[in-house]
């Protein structure tokens, strides 16, 4: 079962690219030592506030992903420039 990740933080404005580019170095990273995810996605409601959304194959590789990421250098990068997040897990039930 297919398990998405989303996440909703505030970052200044005058962050908005560097933050992008920090996201992508954190996909990248989280993807060179682990599977997945097979999905991520940033997108962006108003001028500070984010969504991130990611998809995994599997809780198996979200777990990996959790053990290895958080310590890691494009973690800290990305979450420096982001406040106040908060994350919820979601089990997909229905994909089309």
Known sequence: ??????????????????LTARHAALVA???ASC?????ARLGRVDDESWVAIWRWESAEHLAAARASAPGSA??????????DPTGEDVELVYEA
């Not at 989303?6 to 962050?15: E, G, K, L, V, Y």
């Not at 599977?35 to 999905?39: K, R, V």
């Not at 494009?74 to 406040?83: G, I, M, N, Q």
Request: glycine share 2%.
């Open 1 to 18: 079962m297919s398990i998405a990740v989303i996440t909703r933080f505030t970052a200044n404005p005058q962050d908005a690219e560097q």
């Open 74 to 83: 494009e973690a800290r990068a990305a979450f420096e420039l982001a406040k």
């Open 29 to 31: 990273a989280t993807r």
């Open 35 to 39: 599977p997945g995810p097979a999905e």
